[in-house]
């Protein structure tokens, strides 16, 4: 007599959005039947409260709501839904579509702001450091790098922002546990993503750069944050971040303190937790 087999879930689904884009199911990749289906999968991943379907069909494809149009996206829609398995893979609720949230938080993005999170929540603060390094080690490559428009550049800006608060927070960690090496290569990486983050942090850098590669090399630095200072936007640095360079010149050697670092970690990554 035969047995019964029990039946099996599908695979889950996997988004992967950072560096290498795509989705998929278990060990595959899915096909996209065509590009549109693919665009609107991203464009609501990037719009996670959801888009209206004008707001839409003028962001993707510079198109009115015409009947025409609203054809186009349905096609889309019932393609995307039918690539991925799910009928409601995509909802509407009071005229916005969007993802299920099963659906986005299968991506990495989702797992990244989960680790935020986690990191903000954590009372210990090697608790805390692993969390960030989780973020910083998936977030390699930037937010789907092969999609162009205003609309993902405004999520891949977000995306940024949040990594770099990310780095910003553990490097801050790492100073409270002297670990100067690694809080050095966090905050050069912090710098040379976004030079403008706020000079305080160049100011800590200058002073954790006397402690791991000598005062010329902070000296450096604050020669070069100078000239970007003035080249690129015509400013130069604050009165205290001259004094500081003027005293590394002499020789001293500033450490920011453990505490004041340890509680700039915390005000960092309960701003990098925010998910819109």
Not at 102 to 126: I, T
Not at 187 to 201: K, R, S, T
Not at 216 to 244: C, K, N, S, W
């Amino acid at each position: 007599m035969l047995q019964p087999t029990a039946s099996t879930a599908p695979p889950p689904l996997r988004l992967q959005t950072l560096g290498q884009v795509g989705v998929w199911r278990g060990e595959m990749l899915l096909q996209w039947p065509a590009r549109s289906a693919e665009e609107l999968l991203w464009y609501l991943h990037a719009h996670p409260l959801g888009a209206s379907r004008a707001t839409m069909l003028s962001d993707l494809w510079a198109q009115e709501d015409t009947p025409a149009a609203a054809n186009r996206f349905r096609v889309s829609l019932h393609r995307l839904r039918k690539t991925l398995g799910r009928t409601d893979a995509v909802t509407e609720q009071q005229g916005r579509y969007l993802l299920h949230p099963q659906v986005w938080a299968a991506s990495d993005l989702a797992q990244m702001h989960r680790d935020l999170k986690e990191a903000h929540a954590a009372p210990d603060p090697q608790e805390q450091a692993a969390a960030l390094r989780r973020v910083i080690a998936g977030s390699e490559g930037d937010y789907l790098p092969h999609i162009r428009g205003d609309w993902v550049e405004e999520a891949r800006q977000g995306h940024r922002a949040a990594l770099l608060r990310a780095r910003l927070a553990l490097s801050a960690l790492c100073c409270a546990q002297r670990e100067c090496a690694a809080a050095v290569d966090l905050l050069m990486q912090a710098v040379q993503n976004d030079p403008l983050i706020g000079e305080d942090h160049h100011q800590r850098l200058m002073g954790c750069l006397t402690q791991t590669q000598g005062r010329f090399r902070a000296v450096e630095h604050y020669r070069r944050y100078r000239l970007y200072l003035r080249d690129e936007i015509g400013d130069t640095p604050m009165p205290d971040t001259v004094q500081l360079a003027e005293r590394i010149k002499t020789g001293e050697r500033p450490c920011v303190f453990a505490e004041l670092a340890f509680h700039a970690a915390l005000g960092l990554t309960e701003q990098s937790s925010e998910v819109e």
